[in-house]
């Protein structure tokens, strides 16, 4: 089975703070991806990547950056937390080629709150 | 802009009945199309993937793509409460991009 790990599942930081979400998956995936989730917007895509040191922004970039200096690990950082920042943030990996469908895999999300 | 609606809900059925829920998809080129549940708290997992015109069954479930129509829906038979969630619809991208386009989920409720 596909395993995408985060690391915490909850978190709690200052407006200011700069913050580390990372992401890791065990199956060689080439895509990784950064979601936020909000009641009544649903997923918003953050950043993604599809190889090392490669990102790509998303619909929703400003106040986000992303690494991936591994192909397993896929990190995003809040440079300055802000309230409007407090979110459920998903991490997913993704497999793409080959006779299977694209499917993503989520790891379990961060449930962030900014005071 | 590519867009997948979806009918918030929330949808309640009673438990034993059969559940429907409904996709609409403005990408007229995607290929793959995907049912994610997701419980309360918690993060979206697979239930079924459809890439073809027609129905596809696994278990309880049934997905049905009509691409003419850009409709893709998902029938829940013998509904139970477990099966209480949202219910989010992906649509694949069709540039190539893999970057799947997901709706904002439809709630779901099975009462006893």
């Known amino acids: 089975d596909v395993k995408v790990t985060q690391s915490s599942r909850y978190l709690v930081k200052r407006t200011g703070e700069k913050v580390f979400l990372e992401c890791v998956q065990d199956?060689?995936?080439?895509?990784m991806f950064w979601y936020r989730q909000d009641p009544g917007l649903g997923l918003r895509l953050i950043y993604f990547?599809?190889?090392?040191?490669?990102?790509e922004k998303g619909d929703i970039p400003e106040g986000y950056s992303v690494s991936r200096e591994k192909k397993e690990r896929f990190s995003l950082i809040l440079e300055s937390a802000s309230t409007n920042q407090t979110s459920m943030y998903l991490c997913?990996?993704?497999?793409?080629?080959?006779?299977?469908?694209?499917?993503?895999?989520f790891g379990p999300g961060t449930r962030l709150l900014v005071l | 802009q590519k867009e997948v609606e979806q009918n918030s809900g929330p949808l309640s059925v009673p438990e034993g009945a059969i559940a429907s829920l409904n996709c609409t998809y403005s990408?007229?080129?995607?290929?793959?199309f995907f049912w994610y549940r997701q419980y309360s708290g918690k993060s979206p997992e697979l239930i079924m993937f459809?890439?073809?015109?027609g129905d596809k069954e696994d278990g309880r479930f049934t997905a049905q793509l009509n691409k003419a129509s850009q409709y893709v829906s998902l029938l829940i038979r013998d509904s139970q409460p477990s099966d209480s969630a949202t219910y989010l619809c992906?649509?694949?991208?069709?540039?190539?991009?893999?970057?799947?386009?997901f709706g904002r989920g439809t709630s779901l409720i099975v009462h006893p």
């Open positions: 997913a990996s993704q497999t793409v080629g080959g006779a299977g469908p694209e499917t993503q895999y």
């Open positions: 459809i890439y073809s015109n």
């Open positions: 199956m060689d995936h080439e895509n």
């Open positions: 990408d007229r080129g995607s290929q793959s």
């Open positions: 990547s599809y190889d090392v040191k490669m990102k």
């Open positions: 992906a649509v694949g991208s069709s540039g190539g991009s893999y970057i799947p386009t």
